[in-house]
């Protein structure tokens, strides 16, 4: 599975932008999607993960109610709606698979997802 990131720049405070995801392979035996973010100095957090198979949700709550996840209708491509940006959302953002065909609730943390992709970089000046 490879995945390829885009979407992420520069951006004023309360702005929005749209990351987006490709994988590359059929989604039917992946389990879920997740986005994660890396600011200077800070470990890997969580922001969002998707379950393909029934399209739930889940978010952290630093970014409840700005953040949604989605997939197109084919299910290839993850996006990350971002609104009401603010400068703590400066950071590289990745996209992850988790294709563990055996889990159940949406993985939230680092090493429960297998593949990732290449960060993009999303900058919120105040």
């Known amino acids: 599975v490879q995945l390829q990131a885009s979407g992420g720049e520069l951006v004023q405070a309360g702005g929005s932008l749209r990351l987006s995801c490709e994988v590359s392979?059929?989604?039917?035996?992946?389990?879920?999607a997740g986005w994660f973010r890396q600011a200077p100095e800070k470990e890997r957090e969580f922001v969002a993960g998707?379950?393909?198979?029934?399209?739930?949700?889940v978010y952290p709550d630093p970014v409840k109610g700005r953040f949604t996840i989605a997939t197109d209708n084919a299910q290839k491509t993850v996006y990350l709606q971002m609104n009401n940006l603010k400068p703590e959302d400066t950071a590289v953002y990745y996209c992850?698979?988790?294709?563990?065909?055996?889990?159940?609730?949406?993985?939230?943390?680092?090493?429960?997802?297998?593949?990732w992709g290449q960060g993009t970089q999303v900058t919120v000046s105040s």
């Open positions: 998707i379950r393909w198979r029934d399209l739930t949700t």
């Open positions: 992850a698979v988790d294709p563990s065909p055996w889990r159940v609730e949406i993985p939230t943390r680092r090493f429960e997802y297998g593949f």
């Open positions: 392979t059929s989604v039917i035996n992946l389990h879920a």
